[in-house]
């Protein structure tokens, strides 16, 4: 009677044990897809931010810094003078976090580099941004070669202004 007893003790294991296995094997799958879902909105996440970042340090160096030299520029008196270099400090504390890591993405542009190809890529000519930031037509044009050979664009009939455009995009 015992080995009856122990035979069947021995199925109700075998068969709690299969149930557990199964479970298990469903909990299992409900992980990996729940950390597959979990990459997928991670990886949008960081795209999101990336995309942000680019955005406010473009609107910045292009809507902002050149209006703050321009402001450097005209300004008398040391008083305000001051006080822009103040703006100007406290605006690039904020956006330096992304701004390096932009600038080394994107060829290794220097400052004046960014700020002239955000121009471009709005829309402006030479002679406008030569305007707009007090340098000569040629410095402009010498600018505007040196971000095409960063970019790769040397010997290249492609648009510098479309190129721009299409790094924002990607």
């Known amino acids: 009677m015992s080995l009856k007893k122990s035979d069947e003790r021995y199925r109700k294991l075998k068969e709690e044990l299969k149930k557990a296995k199964k479970e298990l094997s469903i909990q299992a799958a409900n ?11 991670l990886k949008q996440r960081e795209n999101d931010r990336a995309e ?12 902002i810094m050149p209006y703050i030299e321009e402001l450097k520029k005209t300004c008398s008196g040391v008083e305000g003078a001051d006080i822009i270099d103040i703006l100007e400090s406290n605006l690039k504390e904020i956006i330096s976090p992304f701004s390096s890591r932009l600038s080394s ?3 290794k542009l220097t400052p004046r580099q960014i ?20 340098l000569s037509f040629e410095t402009v044009n010498c600018h505007r070669q040196h971000i095409r050979k960063k970019l790769g ?12 455009l299409s790094l924002l995009s990607d």
Do not use: C, H
């Open 31 to 41: 992980l990996r897809e729940a950390n597959t879902a979990l990459k997928v909105l």
């Open 105 to 107: 993405e994107y060829f």
């Open 52 to 63: 942000l970042e680019e955005k406010i340090l473009s609107n910045v160096e292009t809507l």
């Open 115 to 134: 700020m002239i190809a955000g121009l471009i890529k709005e829309g402006k000519q030479s002679k406008d941004i030569a305007n707009i930031l007090n």
């Open 153 to 164: 664009l040397n010997n290249s009939k492609v648009n510098l202004r479309s190129f721009l």
